[in-house]
């Protein structure tokens, strides 16, 4: 029996480590190198607080998600980290914890079959969900919370102080993503499926979700009280059939992107499902049943939402692949429920097979992932480079290279302080873009970069349009006297760039009178200034 649960041992160690290097082999070759408009914007986060300086609950610009990432990276920061390897290993570092709160729960509830198996179930999501599991756009965090704090609150043996606790943790995890949503709806399901049991932990789950729901009542209060911080507006978050037939139409696609082989999710998904509840309904186990079905349930009412239409097309940043990032965590925080409450069956006699199972499973699924994701390393057309978003030029708007970014940023701050302005903007127009006909301004990621890497120089740089730092768009509304550089990105020649002096005009005031320019969503033509 010990020489069996040692070669248990063995395949939980193989397993993770196998986890941790291919998601540090994406980011060492991949994340730390490229970085898109959102992710500038949490680098200059980071700065902001690493200054002390916290102006907004919520995303930049929006009432809803919270820039944790950005927070937890401040050490790293202080450390001498380069923003863009401290902000996705940060990332990296959330995108895993769940998986391992649920292993070593299993584990050191002497459920080492199960813990092993929900090893796997990082390593069938496709490379793509890798990918984007390690790009901080507050996409991870709220996962660790909810999924501890699940599993905190449905322990059968769980008191009321770590039932509060759970629920507390939950509920918390819904107001740094609300894609958490999700957890507080399996927290309620198990509630009424063990009600006798279980009725005992209503009050301290109330207690948990009421203190959630009052830090999100704070959060939305501030955009109430300073409605111009609100800049995203959301496509309607309503449910609609139109949007759940448009959605279902798209769901072989979103299988095989979340599948760790092409094409073949489709088929896997369904099947895997589908065998786990006959396995549940023939172990006559049906609350356990009840929970899976709840799950998959839960999914298909996520395809009503009108919110899932905010994707583009051969895009990785903007999938709409990155509205099911939670669904991997979900099943997993289920599995280790659900073993709350069945019987156990654990047969160690059959470890054997489970290593050679699992072991030629991770080896394969590995090796295809790393192929994959290779071949679009190495294809320049790859979405890994080029964004579905692009500007009149036909250039990516979403992603650029951060050694480009890095390089640009240092020739605009040698620039600026030659010419001791107190504004740098873009001479790049403004684009509306194909699919959801939003206002874009190409190379935002470029202003936010060079203000997080030289955030104490005297100037700032001005985003006219769509600026999600309102309080640095009113800085530059205030500024009426000096000069403002204008650079067309990349700046090669002195053609790219242009000095503006600013005649009792602010530069907001400079752009709205010159180029009929404002913050909000509206329609502007194409081009250059």
Known sequence: MQEKRTGLKILFCVLWGTILIWRLYIYLTYSVNYTDDDQALVWYATVLFAHGHFPEPCFFGQDYGVMLEALLSVPLFWLGWPLNYALPFTTLVFSVLPYLICSLWLWIRKKENRAVIVMIIPLCLSWQMDVICTMPRFFICGYAFATLGMILFCDGTAGPGRSFLGALLTSVGYVINPSVIAFLCMISLYVLLFFKEQKKKILPMTGGFAIGAFLRFLCLLFYKIHPENKLYWSISRELSLNAFKLNIGRGPTLLNDFFAIPKCGVVFIPVIIAGIVAYYGYKKCYKAMIMWLALVLGVLLLLFMNKLGEFMPDSLVYSQSRFFVFVGYLLATVFVVVSFFEESTEKLEQTRYWVIVFCFV?????????????????DEDSYLYHDSATDHSGLSVGLLPVKDLM????????????????????????????????VRLPYKSLAYVCDSVYYSEPYEFCLPVYDRRTWVYQDMDKVKTGNMLLIRYPVKTEDDVMLVELNEQSPIDWFASNFGMHRSWLDYPVGEF
């Open 362 to 378: 991770c080896l394969f699924l590995t090796i295809c992932r790393f192929i994959l994701f290779n071949i679009s390393l190495a």
């Open 407 to 438: 390089d640009q940023a240092e020739i605009i701050n040698m620039l600026a302080l030659q010419n001791n302005v107190v504004a740098v903007a873009l001479r790049n127009g403004v684009t509306c873009d194909p699919y959801t006909k939003a």
